[in-house]
Every structure is written in C-alpha cells, then in structure tokens.
C-alpha cells in the first residue's frame, strides 16, 4: 500500500567524502509526496552532509531520483532548485543586511528568472504562516532573534513554493517555546502538502512531527520505521528519548 | 593661485573624478560579487574611448573582431558543452547569441557609415560593440577558475590586463585620439566659466550612479547581486549560480568602463595604454572605500580627482605619485582600523 503513494525523493546506497574521510556511508531513504520524513542522530552523525550532497552542494556517489528523474553526478544547486528541492541550512545563511521583505523576495528569485510573477502573492501566504515576519518586514535580518532568525530561513525557503522541503535542525540554538513554535509550522506545511525531510538531533520533537524516521549514526543508517514504533523502540529510547534525552 | 585659478582646477578635479567614482563602483561591485580585482577595468574605459574615435574616424573598430573572436571561442566551448549533455535545442541560441549578435553587429557597420550618424547612435553602437566583451571576459577567463583564491583571480587579472592591451595596440594604432566635445555651451558663474561638457560629464555620471542605485535597491536581480556579494551559499541556494552573478556583475563592469570611456574622450587624449592609469585612480577610490563601501569608494575617487588636478598646478611632474601615495597612509589606517577582508 505504501508504494502507491508517489515517491517524491529516493536515494539508494549513497556516500558522501570530504577528500579521503567518508563521512555517509552507503545509505538509502525515501521521501514520499506530502510526508515528513526526518533523520535523527548525535552531532557529528552527517546530517548536515546529507542533506549538503542531497541539494547539490557536496558531490556524491550512489542513485539519486527526485520527482521520479534520476539526477546526473554532474547536478547542480542551481537545477535542483529549478526543480522545486529547497534547503533551509543548519547556518541559516540569510542577507543580514538586506531587510526580513528583500530576503523573502530573494527566496522567490528562481521563480522570478523561470517568469513567475507571483511573489506578492507568495509572500502573504509566509506572513500568513509567520505573522512575526511581516511585523519585522523593513527590519534587518542581522538584526532578528533566534526565533525569528530560523522562521525567516524557512520563510525563505517557502517563497520558493518547493516540492521538497529539507530542514536542517531547525530547532538548533533555540527556546523550548520557539522551537514548539516552530514544530507546530512544521506540522502545518505538511498538513499543507509540503513534503519535508527533517533533520534533527531533538530526536523527540522530530518523531512527534514525522511520518517515517531514520536513525543515523557515524555516517550510517542504525535504525528506521514509523515514527511511532521507532518513538517506543527501546533503542532509541534509551539513546536518544530516555531522560530527558537531548535539550 | 587665485580664485579663478582654484576654481578652474576644481572644476577640472570634479570632471575627472566623476569618472574615477563610476570606474570606483564598478571596482567595488566586481569585487563584492565575485572576488575578483578588476585590473582591466581601464582597458574597457581605453576601448570605449578608441571605438567611439574609430567610429567618428569611419575607421572599422578593432574591437569587433574582438567580439568576433571570443564569440565563436565561447559558441564552441558552450555547444561541446550542450552535446556532450545531449542538449541539442540549446545550439541555436548559443549561435545566436555568441556568433548571430556579432556578425549582425559587424554587418551593420559595413552596412551603415557611423561617421555620418548622431552622437548618440554612436555611442550606442560603441556600448554594443565593447560592453558585451566584459561578460564574454568572465566566461572564458575567470568562471573557470572562480573558486580559486583571491590571488590567484589577481593574477589572471594582470594576465587578461596586458593581453587586452596588446590588442588594444594592434586594434588602434601607437597615437592617441581625443573626440570632439559633445556640446560647446558654457556658462559663466561669476568670474569662472563652466563648461558644458563638465557639466555633461557630471550629470551623466550622477545619472548612472542613480540609476545603479535604483538597480541594487529596487530590482529583484539587483538585489540577488548584493546577496550573492553577502553571503555566497545563501544565494546559491536561492538559485543565484555564481555564475549568474560574475555574468551580470562583469557587464555593468564592462559597461561602465565603456560609458566612462566615452565621457572621457572629449577631456583627455586617449591612447590604447591609458586606460590603465586611470583605472588605477578609480581602484584608489575603492581602497578608500575598503572595496566595500559604495558611498566612500565614490567620495574618495573624487577626492583623487581633486588631488590629481591641484597637484598639476604644484608640482605637475609629480602629479601621479601624489596621487598613488595618497593610497599609502589609507592603508596604514585601514590596516589599524579594520580587519582584512577574508579569504574564503
Ligand atoms: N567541511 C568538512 N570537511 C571535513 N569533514 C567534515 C566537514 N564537514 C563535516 N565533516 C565531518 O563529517 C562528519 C559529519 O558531519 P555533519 O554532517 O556536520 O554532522 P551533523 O550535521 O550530523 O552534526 C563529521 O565527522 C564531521 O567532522
Ligand atoms: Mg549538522
């Protein structure tokens, strides 16, 4: 039943090196249309380079389908997002010295090359999502809050209307009550269509939010399955969920 | 020195660096954009300055086969590319628009005799036959090589510096040339007289820093330029390439060079070597600047050009150290004030 629903993202036996180093070892997930699929694991564990090899940054070995095409090693950022696959970095990477609106229209520039005219638009529905945006419109980026630093770049990212969301630890570095904030967002775009893949080391709040959940750990996939039955898998309890857990 | 005198000079020293600022913030924009120092920024201001002069000559401009060349180089590079992808539909455009636009360009100029054309169809014609050389610059000396270090973007800047000069000696001949003013009105403001070309080359200049203004503040690609110039990976991620930006950034290069070599060609006896000096007066102003700031990088070019044309009247033979030694002790302050600009 499960391969009825289409495949939005599939990667089979990929691995990822920083010169001689391998960091991701062989690793394969799948990503389908309108789920949140996330990927937990300790610091240091490659998240950040999976999903830096996934949006074109970092070169890669191993089958990579998205939107059922299989993508060249050859790809590029730039094609990729033309394709609708946005990144929301672990750095956030914003134009600090451009205002919370300049930065949104920037997230809509590829659609604005491809002669979507649409951006006004676009950018009320982020409001809609993110009221603290348009309150903060003329501010300068450099000079939000954690909070609204993290909403801006998923703002951002939104402005690209993308077909496949990748998420990088959103919650780093933020309040308990802003990151809750920011998980409820989450489960609204997906209640939207957005199909997410959530990387995280809060391990809890990502299996509340998530569909399917992978545990990954020194570069390899340890673990995977549906976020509720991985939640109460005692190995991930005990790792990951046990105490207080993480944060 | 009596009024009339300082009067003169200042007049003189504006002029002059007006164009050093236009020249200052195309120096800062290539740089912010994509690292590169822009040496051959002056051979752009020399090859609008000859064109426009070979135009009015009804001589045939060098630089078509200029266009010409790099053109059929880059249609080659771009159609192995798009064959080796089995992008067959993109060969047209690629000929189109390395070969067709050049060859159009070179036809209508045997066609037509601009000597016998207004100013202003001349100078566009100019415009078309040298800005386009800037972005062709990019895509076939520094694209290969963007990631490289800062350094190594200066080095191959010296090396496309001393080529476009060789061929800007080949294309225009040992002499100079200077074009006639583009209007002879002057006004008289108290004792001293204005000169309408002053005044010309003051209002244009305001003109296209207004217009790059409203360029950077207020169009969607103007604003993907500062990203890119803000924070590389972010823009990339926008799907600003890197490549897109350098493209863009070059052209306005290019075009501001050219623009300023027109401006310039009434003033001063252009020969196929100067622009070099001058664009080293506008790359003063933009150290003043840090390579950072527009609004000083202007400020300092047009106080370069104040010095240069007060130092003409002191100590004339020394005019151009006067003038390049200004940069030492900005650079003494700026080393203690700032910290350097990072290598990525
Ligand atoms: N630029 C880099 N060069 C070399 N090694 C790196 C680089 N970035 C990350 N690594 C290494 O790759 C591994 C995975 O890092 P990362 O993907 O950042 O982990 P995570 O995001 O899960 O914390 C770590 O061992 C890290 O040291
Ligand atoms: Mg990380």
Redesign the pocket.
């Known amino acids: 039943m499960a391969e009825e629903r289409s495949v939005v993202l599939e990667v089979r036996d990929l691995s990822v090196s ?2 001689k ?1 391998e ?2 070892h062989g690793l394969s997930l799948r990503v389908h249309r309108g789920e949140i699929v996330t990927v937990i ?12 090899a996934l949006i074109g940054l970092l070169p890669l070995r191993g089958d990579l389908v998205y939107l059922g095409e299989r993508q060249s090693a050859g790809r590029t950022v730039e094609q990729l997002v033309r394709q609708g696959m946005t990144l929301v970095p ?1 750095k956030r990477e914003l134009f600090a010295d451009m205002s919370v609106a300049d930065n949104l229209l920037l997230g809509a520039f590829d659609r604005y090359r491809a002669g979507h005219r649409d951006q006004l638009e676009t950018i009320d529905h982020v409001f809609d999502v993110f009221p603290r945006l348009m309150e903060r419109r003329e501010q300068m980026a450099g000079t939000l809050s954690g909070g609204e630093r993290q909403m801006l770049a998923m703002g951002r990212a939104l402005m690209a209307k993308p077909r496949l969301l990748l998420l ?2 959103p919650s780093l570095g933020l309040a308990p009550l802003v990151i809750r904030e920011i998980f409820r967002t989450i489960a609204h775009l997906r209640s939207i269509g957005v199909a997410m893949l959530l ?1 995280e ?1 809060n391990a809890r709040a990502a299996l509340q939010v998530a569909d399917y959940a992978y545990v ?1 750990e ?2 390899s996939i340890a673990l995977e399955g549906p976020s509720g039955s991985l939640a109460s898998d005692p190995r991930v309890i005990e790792s990951y969920l046990g105490l207080g857990g993480r944060h | 020195m009596d009024l009339q005198i300082a009067l003169l000079l200042g007049q003189d020293g504006v002029t002059n660096g007006a164009i050093y600022a236009l020249l200052a913030l195309a120096l800062v924009l290539v740089f912010a954009v994509t690292r590169v120092i822009f040496i051959p920024q002056g051979e752009f201001v020399a090859f609008g300055a000859l064109t426009l002069a070979s135009l009015q000559a009804g001589k045939l401009p060098g630089t078509v086969w200029l266009l010409l060349a790099m053109g059929t180089v880059i249609a080659l590079i771009e159609g192995a590319t798009a064959v080796r992808a089995h992008r067959f539909r993109r060969l047209p455009l690629i000929l189109l628009l390395n070969c067709g636009a050049p060859l159009l360009l070179a036809a209508s100029l045997l066609a037509v005799s601009p000597a016998g054309l207004p100013l202003p169809l001349q100078v566009l014609l100019t415009l078309m036959l040298v800005v386009p050389l800037a972005p062709m610059l990019y895509r076939l000396a520094y694209q290969p090589v963007a990631e490289a270090s800062v350094l190594a973007l200066l080095i191959v800047s010296v090396a496309v510096h001393v080529t476009l000069t060789g061929l800007g000696l080949v294309f225009f001949g040992a002499e100079g040339s200077r074009t006639p003013a583009f209007t002879d009105v002057s006004f008289e403001v108290g004792d001293a007289v204005l000169h309408g070309q002053t005044v010309l080359v003051i209002v244009a200049s305001i003109l296209l820093i207004v217009a790059l203004y409203f360029f950077f503040e207020r169009t969607l690609y103007g604003k993907a330029l500062r990203a890119t110039a803000m924070n590389r990976t972010g823009a990339r991620l926008m799907g600003i390439s890197g490549d897109l930006a350098g493209l863009l950034s070059f052209t306005l290069a290019g075009a501001i060079g050219a623009f300023s070599g027109v401006l310039i060609s009434p003033i001063t006896t252009i020969y196929y070597d100067s622009g070099f000096l001058i664009g080293l007066k506008g790359f003063v102003g933009a150290i003043i600047g840090g390579l950072a700031s527009y609004p000083l990088a202007a400020a300092g070019a047009v106080l370069v050009g104040l010095l240069e044309a007060y130092s003409s009247f002191w100590a004339s033979a020394f005019k151009e150290v006067i003038v390049f030694t200004l940069i030492i002790p900005v650079l003494l302050w700026r080393s203690l004030k700032t910290r350097h600009v990072e290598e990525a």
């Open positions: 920083y010169g180093v960091a991701l694991g300790p610091n240091g564990a490659g998240k950040t380079t999976l999903l830096s672990e990088d630890e990387v080391q990954l020194t570069g």
